[in-house]
């Protein structure tokens, strides 16, 4: 423990004493420009290549990052390092990885009630304030620079440094120069609309360069008579690259860049430099792009070489300023003292803390921390999570800024599909859902659910852990339904038969995380079932419903339409009998599975369905449906049931074009193969034997749902059938 204080004590006097390399001193100024920024590291390493120490540093957006990294000392192929191994659609995305998803978001999702989301409270349907919360952003940035304190002044930095923002509310310059550094680089760069603002001493920040994108005149007024600005530009977009809501803003905000930046480069006189990186058609948000930077960033120093060279040092005045500016880079980690949490409306702190505290009296695992918070912003209930240290010696306390999503507790969901064969059948299916999170301080949840269409759905569940962070619940449920199932001979559809149930549940399960969920209980209710229109095929009942049922479901699939990696299966047992109420006596079980594999840009989804029941004559209600897209292709739905099902079913499938952020994912070619051997007994118009199909299909992963378009053949019947379909409709 003397050891560590020690080594803190000499890295905050070093801190205290930043580099003076030149008489006069030599400010630093890199401009903002979104992707385009990571140019100024190409110019970082030819400077550092000519012997260009410096005094301070000063930046804007992108500018802010780079500048502040390089004032915390971290070396420039660290800096190279993370830029090269970053996941920008990751860091960019408004959305958790689905691997870190909470089971029952994973489920709302793969069943399409999610497309839409929406808050509500006093009386208003509320939206989310911007379209990037910033989670994976900001790690990204605690990352890179290696440190999450809260510093008193950006001066005690190994080298002074200052990030532009703008007051969202008056427009006016806020100078940024204390407190966490990652949290001045994200204010710095938090572009309107597309980023949410950043709140600091009750001001609302965003992108300083709104007002000062090239801050010259800030740059000389903190350490240099002397200036070197690297100057990125921000031309406008072609009209053609114009297809969001989010590049509309942004081309509005390149417009007002040019104005103020053309006012700071007015500025620089014969003593300064400036270096002027050309990045072509490389926009501010094209950050798969962002590696073509570097080297266009160094072609342009070396361009400017000459007016540069008059900043150079000899070599043992530079590798003193270097070290010096290197020192405080990963400095020990204290142990942590406290946990505290701020910012929380209607999430308990003890929820938060809670899943923390194995950290106190330790010294910090970052690795711990983050998978922690991880698991807390994957539960839905956060915009953002972000942590800093308060340092007190070789002791810290963990200072939590959480912030819930402004539109919760109670969220709206809107989803479900359609589907349709072109010849004259198909299904449809509207989904609207309320969710109330933290009814309670145990983390109590109610869902409502209401599906309109083939199926006629309404569905309550209240889910009740059963303690603070507990993996143990109840889940009482309210569930009534009436769905139309189509009845086929031969091909021919001879009957719509109609379904009707009632059911009321209490089950006991285990959340397994992100994992799944393995749940028991019993149902009650009653069952309706007759002859919507054509023949007579299934007899009419009317009968009591009661029956014990236990089910396990696991989903590490990566994407639940379009996946490229990952598993998922589900078994469900029911026993239906009199002891629980059952007029019938019988029991089903079904186990579904998929995995998904990925070779570059090609991916292959191989599944099995395997339903049934040892009594081997079931229902007519209970047996499966099939037929329709990826469930025997060349069939209609509805057109194939039986008793006993083992299906095989294979897809390969290739994303041939990405789409906007602002519509999906991408757009997809593909092929399945589907084999089946159905089982049917003493049941009119029920199939027996071996099935197979094949089909092709174009596909398109959007915001609203999966889409298909494709075509399915079976050799069985030898008929070409198309099929549509969008979203989830059943």
Same mark, same amino acid.
């Given at each position: 423990m003397?050891?560590? !204080?020690l080594?803190?004590?000499? !890295? !905050?006097?070093?801190?205290t004493q /930043?580099?003076?390399?030149v008489?006069g001193g030599?400010?630093?100024?890199?401009?903002?420009?979104g992707a385009?920024?990571?140019?100024?590291?190409?110019?970082l #390493?030819?400077?550092?290549?000519?012997?260009?120490?410096?005094?301070c540093?000063?930046?804007?957006?992108?500018?802010?990052?780079?500048?502040?990294a390089y004032a915390?000392?971290?070396?420039?192929?660290e800096?190279?390092?993370?830029?090269?191994?970053?996941?920008?659609?990751a860091?960019?995305?408004?959305?958790?990885a689905?691997?870190?998803q909470p089971?029952?978001?994973?489920?709302?999702?793969?069943?399409?009630?999610?497309?839409?989301?929406?808050g509500?409270?006093n009386g208003?349907v $509320?939206?989310?304030?911007s379209a990037?919360a910033?989670?994976?952003?900001?790690?990204f940035l605690?990352? $890179?620079?290696?440190?999450?304190?809260?510093l008193?002044?950006?001066?005690?930095l190994a080298?002074?440094?200052?990030?532009m923002?703008t007051?969202?509310e008056t427009?006016?310059?806020?100078?940024?120069?204390?407190?966490p550094l990652w949290?001045?680089?994200?204010?710095?760069?938090?572009v309107p609309?597309?980023?949410l603002?950043?709140?600091?001493?009750?001001?609302l920040?965003?992108?300083?360069?709104?007002?000062?994108?090239?801050?010259?005149?800030?740059?000389?007024?903190?350490?240099?008579s002397?200036?070197?600005?690297?100057?990125?530009g921000? /031309?406008?977009m072609a009209? +053609?690259?114009?297809?969001?809501a989010?590049?509309?803003?942004?081309?509005a905000i390149n417009?007002?860049?040019?104005?103020?930046?053309a006012?700071q480069l007015a500025m620089?006189?014969?003593?300064?430099?400036l270096?002027?990186?050309?990045?072509?058609?490389?926009?501010?948000?094209? &950050?798969?792009?962002v590696?073509?930077? =570097?080297p266009?960033?160094?072609?342009?120093?070396?361009?400017a070489?000459?007016?540069?060279?008059? %900043?150079?040092v000899d070599a043992d005045?530079?590798?003193?300023?270097?070290?010096?500016?290197q020192?405080?880079?990963?400095?020990?980690?204290?142990?942590?003292r406290e946990v505290?949490?701020?910012?929380?409306?209607?999430?308990?702190?003890?929820?938060?803390?809670?899943?923390?505290?194995?950290?106190e009296?330790?010294?910090?695992?970052?690795?711990a921390l983050?998978?922690?918070i991880d698991r807390?912003?994957?539960?839905?209930?956060?915009e953002?999570?972000?942590y800093?240290?308060?340092?007190d010696?070789?002791?810290?306390?963990?200072?939590?800024?959480?912030a819930?999503?402004?539109?919760?507790?109670?969220?709206?969901?809107?989803?479900?599909g359609?589907?349709a064969?072109?010849?004259?059948?198909?299904?449809?299916?509207?989904?609207?859902?309320?969710?109330?999170?933290? $009814?309670n301080?145990?983390?109590?949840?109610?869902?409502?659910?209401?599906?309109l269409?083939t199926?006629?759905?309404?569905?309550?569940?209240?889910?009740?852990p =059963?303690?603070?962070?507990a993996a143990?619940? $109840?889940?009482?449920?309210?569930e009534?339904?009436a769905?139309?199932?189509?009845?086929?001979?031969d091909?021919? #559809?001879?009957?719509?038969?109609?379904v009707?149930?009632?059911?009321?549940?209490?089950?006991?399960?285990?959340?397994?995380?992100?994992?799944? +969920?393995a749940?028991?209980?019993?149902?009650?209710?009653?069952?309706?079932?007759?002859?919507?229109?054509? =023949?007579?095929?299934y007899?009419?009942?009317?009968?009591?419903?009661?029956?014990l049922?236990?089910?396990?479901?696991l989903?590490?699939l990566?994407?639940? &339409?379009?996946?490229r990696?990952g598993?998922?299966?589900r078994?469900?047992?029911?026993?239906?009998?009199?002891?629980?109420?059952s007029?019938?006596?019988?029991?089903?079980?079904?186990?579904?599975?998929?995995?998904? %594999?990925?070779y570059?840009e090609?991916?292959?989804q191989v599944?099995?369905?395997v339903?049934?029941?040892?009594?081997?004559?079931?229902?007519?209600?209970?047996?499966?449906?099939l037929?329709? /897209?990826?469930?025997?292709?060349?069939?209609?739905?509805?057109e194939?049931?039986?008793?006993?099902? %083992?299906?095989?079913?294979?897809a390969?499938y290739?994303?041939?074009? #990405?789409l906007?952020?602002?519509?999906?994912?991408?757009?997809?070619?593909?092929?399945?193969? +589907?084999?089946?051997?159905?089982?049917?007994?003493?049941?009119?118009?029920?199939?027996?034997g071996?099935?197979?199909?094949?089909?092709?299909?174009?596909?398109a992963?959007?915001?609203?749902?999966?889409?298909?378009?494709?075509?399915?053949m079976?050799p069985?019947?030898? +008929?070409?059938?198309?099929?549509l379909? %969008?979203?989830?409709?059943?």
């Amino acid at each position: 423990m003397f050891v560590r !204080c020690l080594v803190l004590l000499m !890295c !905050c006097l070093m801190q205290t004493q /930043p580099a003076r390399a030149v008489d006069g001193g030599v400010a630093l100024v890199l401009s903002g420009g979104g992707a385009r920024g990571v140019a100024h590291i190409g110019v970082l #390493k030819v400077m550092e290549q000519m012997r260009i120490p410096v005094d301070c540093v000063v930046g804007t957006s992108m500018g802010a990052i780079v500048a502040a990294a390089y004032a915390a000392g971290v070396p420039l192929d660290e800096m190279e390092r993370q830029v090269r191994a970053a996941d920008w659609d990751a860091i960019f995305a408004n959305t958790v990885a689905r691997d870190l998803q909470p089971f029952r978001e994973k489920q709302d999702a793969s069943r399409n009630r999610t497309a839409l989301s929406l808050g509500y409270g006093n009386g208003r349907v $509320l939206l989310p304030h911007s379209a990037i919360a910033g989670q994976e952003l900001d790690r990204f940035l605690q990352r $890179l620079i290696g440190s999450a304190d809260a510093l008193s002044n950006f001066d005690t930095l190994a080298l002074p440094f200052r990030a532009m923002a703008t007051d969202l509310e008056t427009g006016a310059l806020v100078v940024l120069d204390d407190g966490p550094l990652w949290r001045a680089m994200r204010a710095s760069m938090a572009v309107p609309g597309v980023f949410l603002p950043i709140e600091r001493e009750g001001r609302l920040l965003v992108d300083g360069g709104l007002v000062l994108n090239l801050p010259v005149d800030e740059g000389r007024r903190l350490c240099g008579s002397r200036v070197i600005a690297v100057n990125l530009g921000t /031309p406008p977009m072609a009209r +053609e690259r114009l297809q969001s809501a989010t590049d509309i803003v942004l081309q509005a905000i390149n417009l007002a860049l040019e104005q103020n930046v053309a006012q700071q480069l007015a500025m620089l006189g014969p003593d300064d430099a400036l270096v002027q990186v050309d990045l072509g058609t490389i926009t501010s948000m094209d &950050f798969d792009r962002v590696l073509e930077t =570097l080297p266009q960033g160094e072609a342009a120093a070396r361009q400017a070489a000459p007016e540069l060279a008059r %900043f150079s040092v000899d070599a043992d005045t530079f590798e003193a300023w270097q070290r010096q500016r290197q020192a405080r880079w990963r400095v020990p980690e204290p142990v942590v003292r406290e946990v505290r949490v701020d910012g929380l409306r209607y999430v308990p702190a003890d929820a938060v803390v809670a899943r923390l505290q194995a950290l106190e009296g330790r010294p910090l695992d970052r690795e711990a921390l983050e998978a922690s918070i991880d698991r807390l912003y994957s539960g839905g209930d956060f915009e953002r999570l972000r942590y800093s240290l308060v340092r007190d010696g070789a002791v810290a306390d963990l200072h939590i800024e959480a912030a819930e999503k402004s539109w919760g507790p109670t969220f709206l969901r809107f989803g479900g599909g359609l589907s349709a064969d072109f010849e004259g059948d198909g299904a449809v299916g509207l989904y609207a859902g309320v969710s109330r999170r933290w $009814l309670n301080r145990w983390g109590a949840r109610l869902d409502a659910d209401l599906q309109l269409g083939t199926t006629n759905r309404f569905r309550t569940e209240l889910y009740q852990p =059963l303690g603070l962070n507990a993996a143990w619940f $109840l889940a009482p449920s309210i569930e009534a339904q009436a769905r139309a199932t189509p009845v086929y001979v031969d091909g021919k #559809k001879l009957a719509d038969y109609k379904v009707r149930e009632r059911t009321l549940g209490l089950d006991l399960g285990y959340e397994m995380g992100e994992w799944g +969920e393995a749940r028991v209980g019993l149902r009650r209710g009653t069952q309706r079932a007759e002859v919507l229109a054509g =023949l007579a095929l299934y007899p009419s009942v009317d009968l009591h419903t009661g029956w014990l049922e236990a089910s396990a479901t696991l989903d590490r699939l990566d994407s639940p &339409f379009f996946p490229r990696r990952g598993y998922a299966a589900r078994l469900r047992v029911e026993r239906h009998h009199q002891r629980f109420g059952s007029d019938q006596d019988y029991t089903l079980t079904a186990l579904n599975g998929s995995a998904a %594999f990925s070779y570059q840009e090609h991916s292959a989804q191989v599944g099995a369905l395997v339903s049934g029941s040892p009594d081997r004559d079931l229902p007519a209600v209970a047996r499966t449906v099939l037929g329709g /897209p990826f469930l025997l292709s060349g069939y209609r739905y509805g057109e194939l049931t039986a008793d006993q099902v %083992f299906l095989l079913r294979g897809a390969w499938y290739r994303r041939i074009s #990405k789409l906007p952020d602002s519509l999906g994912r991408g757009v997809y070619v593909g092929a399945t193969y +589907e084999w089946a051997s159905l089982r049917a007994y003493a049941s009119a118009g029920a199939d027996d034997g071996i099935f197979r199909s094949a089909s092709l299909f174009v596909g398109a992963d959007t915001v609203l749902g999966p889409l298909y378009l494709g075509a399915g053949m079976s050799p069985e019947i030898n +008929e070409l059938r198309f099929f549509l379909q %969008f979203g989830q409709p059943y």
